[in-house]
């Protein structure tokens, strides 16, 4: 992918990407850029060895649990409406492990390039760092000096805005393998890449979990911390997810199918918060508030999004000054219902 990446974008923006392995025993990635205000980008992926082997272990894990008769039993009776299998029918138990870790590594690598996309390390320095290095380190959610006030705030936002552009260059990334690859047959191309999608929707929850420790945070303000809440990330993404699943699938002339998209990314993420919490043996947080519901059942959240969508809306021309490449579609977006509900008198709703 760096190679590709330097090849075709960062040649013709006269910049350079570069790629390393960390060796370091920790599950971490981060994102450099050396990038001088106005200029070409200059930008480094670092991820650690340790981060790679824990994506697979989850992958087994995952699928493991998912593919137990137990678990299925278990499910009927938490899920109201659930498929009848927990993995994709079109991918046996190796290739759904393989797919599920190649995907997650992927994201994760497209999540430190939708960093640098965006030049978030100035971002969150508020500039200052025009002719400096800058650094995001994943690893800050376990900082020892927790951020508070805008520091967070941004944060929050920008982590989010990384989210939004690994998730659109994973789902195209998918699409152009899947749909139109060449081991793939005209007849099924839809289902694999359907089957891919479900399985990265489930990994991202591992991945949030991950980056937070293993917890699962309450959405509070004022915003403190590096990382958003895990759940709070996979309610931003569940949608994102599936419109854009579905646009990919009408772009290769296949059904969009919108309802199935919507209800299996909901238990794609369902089940992978579930497995993060329970399966491990350390969930503590009730069943319900581990689920996808949308962000309008959500109350709870409204002051924190009101804080994410405040900063976001201050920052975002900037970035967008900023932002060296990428698809329309992978720049973080509220709709006008959502700001609606966040910004209206909470005695109202």
Not at 212 to 233: D, E, L
Request: aromatic content about 10%.
């Amino acid at each position: 992918m760096t190679q590709n990446l330097t090849d075709g974008i960062y040649k013709n923006l006269n910049g350079s990407l570069s790629f390393g392995w960390a060796t370091q025993p920790k599950f971490n990635a981060w994102a450099e850029s050396d990038t001088v205000v106005g200029g070409p980008p200059q930008h480094k992926i670092i991820l650690h060895y340790e981060l790679a082997r824990l994506l697979y272990r989850d992958a087994e894990n995952f699928c493991s649990f998912a593919s137990n008769e137990r678990t299925k039993r278990l499910i009927q009776t938490t899920f109201a409406d659930h498929a009848t299998d927990l993995l994709p029918e079109c991918f046996t138990l190796d290739d759904c492990i393989h797919n599920m870790f190649l995907g997650s590594l992927t994201w994760v690598y497209f999540h430190e390039l939708g960093h640098l996309m965006q030049e978030h390390g100035r971002v969150r320095n508020d500039g200052s760092s025009a002719y400096a290095i800058t650094t995001i380190q994943e690893l800050d959610a376990q900082a020892a000096q927790i951020l508070n006030g805008r520091q967070a705030s941004i944060s929050h936002a920008t982590e989010l805005a990384a989210d939004s552009e690994a998730t659109t260059l994973c789902l195209i990334a998918s699409a152009r393998h899947f749909l139109k690859g060449p081991l793939v047959d005209d007849g099924d191309g839809a289902e694999v890449f359907i089957g891919s999608v479900y399985l990265l929707t489930c990994s991202l929850a591992c991945i949030f979990y991950r980056f937070n420790a293993g917890s699962s945070p309450q959405v509070v303000t004022p915003i403190t911390g590096s990382h958003p809440s895990p759940i709070y990330r996979l309610e931003l993404s569940a949608p994102h997810i599936y419109e854009l699943t579905e646009l990919l699938l009408k772009a290769s002339d296949f059904d969009g199918q919108r309802r199935r998209l919507v209800s299996m990314t909901k238990q794609a993420a369902d089940l992978g918060s579930f497995f993060c919490n329970y399966a491990q043996g350390a969930g503590t947080e009730k069943t319900i508030n581990l689920f996808v519901k949308g962000f309008l059942q959500r109350p709870e959240f409204k002051p924190y999004s009101k804080e994410i969508l405040t900063v976001w809306d201050e920052i975002q021309p900037s970035i967008m000054a900023s932002r060296h490449f990428g698809v329309e579609l992978g720049v973080l977006r509220f709709t006008e219902e959502f700001r609606n509900f966040v910004f209206s008198d909470s005695s109202t709703t």
